[in-house]
């Protein structure tokens, strides 16, 4: 099964992977805050695909801030 949220989750989690080689210093502790940051991807794509749009999408962009609050922080 192909969706949107198939993409989209993958495309933020390849997003994800190349920030963290990028734009981080690669310690343990940045990689653990990505993981959890590519786990509620993960969740995000299964409840898209079950149907809660909005609740995905929210997801979605709060892992992506969780995500930018780190790096930044």
Do not use: K, W
């Not at 653990?32 to 997801?59: P, W």
């Amino acid at each position: 099964m192909i969706t949107f949220f198939d993409f989209l989750t993958i495309a933020c989690f390849m997003g994800l992977v190349l920030a963290f080689f990028q734009l981080t210093s690669r310690e343990p502790r940045m990689l653990l805050h990505f993981l959890l940051c590519g786990v509620i991807f993960a969740v995000a794509n299964q409840v898209g695909n079950a149907g809660s749009t909005v609740f995905a999408l929210c997801l979605i962009a709060a892992s992506i801030g969780y995500a930018v609050l780190v790096i930044r922080g």
